[in-house]
């Protein structure tokens, strides 16, 4: 199951949104058009969910009170930014994104780039968190730390595939404006981040870290004349252009 091409995808919703992007906060704006984006496209095998779900991961980008979630033994809930499923019903893509806006005159470019990709970082690990099983459980039994009863017409019904399908993991990062700065995104300083973030997250969790065992292919472009992104992909076959 090929994975969409995300330089195409983000490319396209920029173009149409041109004006839009000069706004101070667009990552709501660019979420609600990738969604409408791969809902249109029927020959991609892909459907996307129509709204943010959660998943159970043992890296948690934040820890939940004690009191509320044990989540060294259950893990923690995140809310992943776009949830595909393959038509087949087989293959799930868990995709998240971080939008930021480098303004004209900024004098904290370098501070401002590392505050992005410590953020980026941390969805990074807890997508390689992701657990099946107890994400299934989640969807099938909703408990108190998700308050997703709303969506039972949406979770439960696809809980058994979530045990039995392949997952495929995707992390964008858009910067809009301003060139992107090739030491703090350079894949060796990113993955350093990474292990390190995830290395502090399972010394927490008294969990080995996979260390090797995770490798992402990493891609990065400039699109539409002075924006940037990057992605990670990992979990199945994948290539430079996104697929």
Not at 13 to 19: A, D, I, S, T, Y
Request: hydrophobic residues 40%.
């Amino acid at each position: 199951m090929q994975l969409p091409d995300w330089f195409e995808l983000f490319k396209a919703v920029c173009f149409r949104g041109e004006e839009a992007l000069k706004w101070g906060l667009p990552e709501p704006w660019i979420h609600a058009e990738l969604y409408r984006a791969l809902t249109k496209d029927k020959m991609s095998g892909w459907e996307p969910l129509d709204t943010e779900v959660p998943y159970v991961t043992n890296y948690p980008v934040r820890l939940p009170k004690e009191a509320n979630r044990d989540w060294r033994t259950e893990s923690g809930i995140k809310w992943v930014d776009l949830c595909l499923k393959s038509v087949g019903n087989d293959t799930w893509c868990w995709f998240e994104f971080k939008v930021r806006h480098v303004a004209r005159g900024d004098d904290r470019i370098k501070e401002g780039a590392l505050e992005a990709r410590d953020v980026f970082r941390k969805d990074v690990v807890a997508l390689a968190g992701f657990d099946a099983l107890k994400t299934a459980e989640t969807w099938e039994n909703p408990g108190k730390s998700v308050k997703a009863y709303y969506l039972d017409y949406l979770l439960k019904p696809n809980a058994r595939s979530i045990c039995i399908g392949r997952h495929l993991f995707v992390a964008a990062f858009l910067q809009l404006g301003g060139k992107l700065d090739e030491e703090v995104w350079s894949e060796k300083a990113l993955m350093k981040q990474i292990f390190q973030w995830e290395a502090y997250r399972c010394k927490q969790a008294r969990l080995q870290p996979r260390g090797a065992g995770f490798n992402p292919l990493m891609s990065h472009k400039r699109i539409l004349d002075n924006n940037w992104l990057v992605v990670l992909q990992w979990g199945g076959r994948v290539s430079k252009n996104g697929m």
